[in-house]
């Protein structure tokens, strides 16, 4: 994802016309902690449902005191709830996995083409690209017909898992008629399951990230944001095949990139338009999309976050030549903990900014030399290539400015000469 042969084309851009870039205006702040629709709904009903339990605490903490257990209330009060939490939240999760696996997803780290091992994983780790994020899993899609029908059923699996499990939990409760004690922990499972399942489903992307029923509702009206979602996993998914961002249809990522609402999927996508447009060499659709990334931190994962902070910084040092801009840009990944192959590329850049250029070369061979360290892929080949073609201009540009660096000392030593040979001819 280099970007320019010459330095050049800088006039065209003045430091206003990127001015989150070019630090002159600061990050957007962290927006506030809201609770979202589904988050309401879920601690309100928990309050709720306390409060119509009560009865239910009492009864069970006076039977486990009348039977000699001392630790009643903790039992009660916090290891039965948070265990049922816990189960309800890995019951919806699960839903959401067992969709994902009949739809034809698997695990990230899986053969999205069946031709490399690993591919996804790769291109997660070189390009940033999550995939499909359930938990804290990814998962990639084996194929991509019929996404936008394959990801409804993704979204919907979850909240339908956990209507199942409140209907089955109440009707064992009911049938078996067990115990006060395994009844009370069933009724509170199947409580916290029923109000995990419909907060999902109420319509809601509070904090940048969509609730299962915002994805539902999007990809049953077919709109904008549905679009850039399934662009956004196909673009993905050719990065991890290999497939040259500059191949990738132009119209769909302007159109999903050009959405703004806001969200983590609207930052995502102008990362994928700073890789599509800095791959072209589209120093101005570049620029574009990269202050566009940095003017939304805020929704974008950690991850993401670091890696366009690094892009800033590579763009400030080897673009604009700004070693300053540049440090205190890498000054800002919070992780602190870039990959070796991470802190090669930037090393590089920095290198060139300070008009260190063989040192910069040097670095850049490095850099190349640890990228084919990285396990073979269809990503990583797309990496070398970038890698090479970063090669090739650092050499053109090298070698430009030593025919300037003699032009300028042969017109110094031509000057003198010609005037020696004026005060002659006067003489």
Same mark, same amino acid.
Request: net charge neutral.
């Given at each position: 994802?280099?970007?320019? #042969?010459?330095?050049?084309?800088?006039?065209? =851009?003045?430091?206003?016309?990127?001015?989150?870039?070019?630090?002159?205006?600061?990050?957007?702040?962290?927006?506030?902690?809201?609770?979202?629709?589904?988050?309401?709904?879920?601690?309100?009903?928990?309050?709720?449902?306390?409060?119509?339990?009560?009865?239910?605490?009492?009864?069970?903490? /006076?039977?486990?005191?009348?039977?000699?257990?001392?630790?009643?209330?903790?039992?009660?009060?916090?290891?039965?709830?948070?265990? %049922?939490?816990?189960?309800?939240?890995?019951?919806?999760?699960?839903?959401?996995?067992?969709?994902?696996?009949?739809?034809?997803?698997?695990?990230?780290?899986?053969?999205? #083409?069946?031709?490399?091992?690993?591919?996804? %994983?790769?291109?997660?780790?070189? =390009?940033?690209?999550?995939?499909?994020?359930?938990?804290?899993? &990814?998962?990639?899609?084996?194929?991509?017909?019929?996404?936008?029908?394959?990801?409804? $059923?993704?979204?919907?699996?979850?909240?339908?898992?956990?209507?199942?499990?409140?209907?089955?939990?109440? $009707?064992?409760?009911?049938?078996? $008629?067990?115990?006060?004690?395994?009844?009370?922990?069933?009724?509170?499972?199947?409580?916290?399951?029923?109000?995990?399942?419909?907060?999902?489903?109420?319509?809601?992307?509070?904090?940048?990230?969509?609730?299962?029923?915002?994805?539902?509702?999007?990809?049953?009206?077919?709109?904008?944001?549905? /679009?850039?979602?399934?662009?956004?996993?196909?673009?993905?998914?050719?990065?991890?095949?290999?497939?040259?961002?500059?191949?990738?249809?132009?119209?769909?990522?302007?159109?999903?990139?050009?959405?703004?609402?806001? @969200?983590?999927?609207?930052? $995502?996508?102008?990362?994928?338009?700073?890789?599509?447009?800095?791959?072209?060499? #589209?120093?101005?659709?570049?620029?574009? =999309?990269? /202050?566009?990334?940095?003017?939304?931190?805020?929704?974008?994962?950690?991850?993401?976050?670091?890696?366009?902070?690094?892009?800033?910084?590579?763009?400030?040092?080897?673009?604009?030549?700004?070693?300053?801009?540049?440090?205190?840009?890498?000054?800002?990944? @919070?992780?602190?903990?870039?990959?070796?192959?991470?802190?090669?590329?930037?090393?590089?850049?920095?290198?060139? &900014? /300070?008009?260190?250029?063989?040192?910069?070369?040097?670095?850049?061979?490095? =850099?190349?030399?640890?990228?084919?360290?990285?396990?073979?892929?269809?990503?990583?080949?797309?990496?070398?290539?970038? %890698?090479?073609?970063?090669?090739?201009?650092?050499?053109?540009?090298?070698? @430009?400015?030593?025919?300037?660096?003699?032009?300028?000392?042969?017109?110094?030593?031509?000057?003198?000469?010609?005037?020696?040979?004026?005060? &002659?001819? @006067?003489?």
């Amino acid at each position: 994802m280099e970007l320019a #042969d010459d330095t050049s084309q800088r006039a065209k =851009y003045s430091p206003t016309s990127t001015p989150v870039l070019d630090e002159l205006r600061s990050l957007p702040p962290r927006k506030r902690w809201r609770l979202s629709a589904g988050e309401y709904f879920f601690f309100s009903g928990a309050v709720i449902l306390a409060i119509v339990g009560l009865p239910w605490f009492r009864g069970v903490a /006076e039977s486990l005191l009348s039977s000699g257990i001392i630790a009643a209330a903790l039992i009660t009060c916090l290891a039965i709830p948070g265990t %049922a939490l816990l189960v309800a939240l890995a019951a919806h999760e699960a839903g959401h996995f067992l969709a994902a696996w009949t739809e034809g997803f698997r695990l990230a780290p899986g053969n999205p #083409d069946e031709s490399a091992p690993g591919a996804f %994983a790769v291109s997660k780790k070189l =390009y940033s690209c999550q995939g499909l994020r359930l938990a804290k899993l &990814s998962l990639a899609p084996r194929k991509l017909d019929h996404l936008p029908r394959r990801l409804l $059923t993704v979204a919907i699996g979850g909240p339908l898992a956990s209507l199942a499990l409140t209907l089955v939990v109440e $009707t064992f409760a009911q049938v078996m $008629t067990p115990g006060r004690l395994t009844a009370f922990s069933l009724h509170v499972l199947s409580g916290f399951s029923f109000l995990v399942g419909v907060a999902e489903l109420l319509p809601d992307a509070g904090r940048g990230n969509f609730s299962d029923g915002e994805r539902v509702l999007m990809l049953l009206k077919n709109d904008v944001a549905a /679009e850039r979602w399934v662009f956004i996993l196909q673009a993905q998914m050719a990065l991890a095949r290999g497939e040259h961002p500059r191949t990738w249809d132009e119209a769909a990522l302007v159109k999903a990139a050009a959405f703004d609402d806001e @969200s983590r999927d609207a930052v $995502t996508a102008r990362w994928l338009g700073y890789l599509w447009a800095a791959e072209r060499q #589209d120093i101005t659709a570049a620029t574009k =999309y990269l /202050e566009e990334t940095l003017a939304a931190p805020a929704a974008a994962s950690a991850g993401l976050r670091d890696r366009v902070f690094l892009e800033a910084a590579v763009f400030q040092a080897w673009f604009r030549e700004d070693g300053t801009k540049a440090r205190s840009w890498a000054s800002k990944i @919070s992780t602190r903990k870039l990959a070796p192959w991470q802190q090669l590329r930037l090393a590089t850049a920095l290198l060139w &900014s /300070e008009g260190r250029l063989f040192d910069a070369w040097e670095k850049l061979g490095e =850099y190349c030399q640890l990228l084919r360290g990285v396990p073979a892929s269809p990503a990583r080949g797309l990496a070398e290539q970038s %890698a090479a073609e970063w090669k090739a201009q650092m050499e053109s540009r090298m070698l @430009s400015r030593a025919w300037r660096a003699m032009y300028s000392m042969s017109k110094e030593t031509e000057l003198p000469a010609l005037e020696t040979a004026a005060a &002659s001819t @006067s003489d």
